[in-house]
């Protein structure tokens, strides 16, 4: 049986720490590049601040693109997935259904996931 252990973000240094995606017009992928180079992030947590529903995309992709194919997050949640790129620069893209704005932040860390 696996143990309960808590998220822990990455407070320290310059890089590798919590980045946000502003979504914009209904079915346009947003991209960025979360950069834990310089720090140990195995775990990513997700947060959907929005009311409607986003798909992400994260991989070792320099710009990746996001589809209604990808990953869903529902509003107003979190979620805790593995981190692809754990020491290295991790495309993220994001796109919604809908035309309003809303943010969805990604923190590296570790912990949470077993």
Do not use: C
């Amino acid at each position: 049986m696996a143990a309960f252990e808590a998220f822990e973000p990455n407070v320290k240094g310059t890089s590798g720490l919590t980045i946000s995606v502003q979504t914009s017009a209904a079915g346009s992928s947003i991209s960025t590049v979360l950069d834990s180079t310089n720090t140990y992030a195995p775990h990513l947590q997700v947060s959907n601040l929005g009311t409607s529903t986003v798909w992400i995309r994260m991989s070792a992709e320099a710009t990746p693109s996001a589809s209604q194919a990808d990953t869903p997050v529902l509003g107003n949640t979190v979620r805790l997935f593995v981190n692809p790129v754990p020491t290295g620069k991790l495309g993220i893209a994001v796109t919604v259904s809908v035309s309003t704005s809303q943010f969805v932040y990604f923190t590296p860390g570790q912990g949470g996931v077993s």
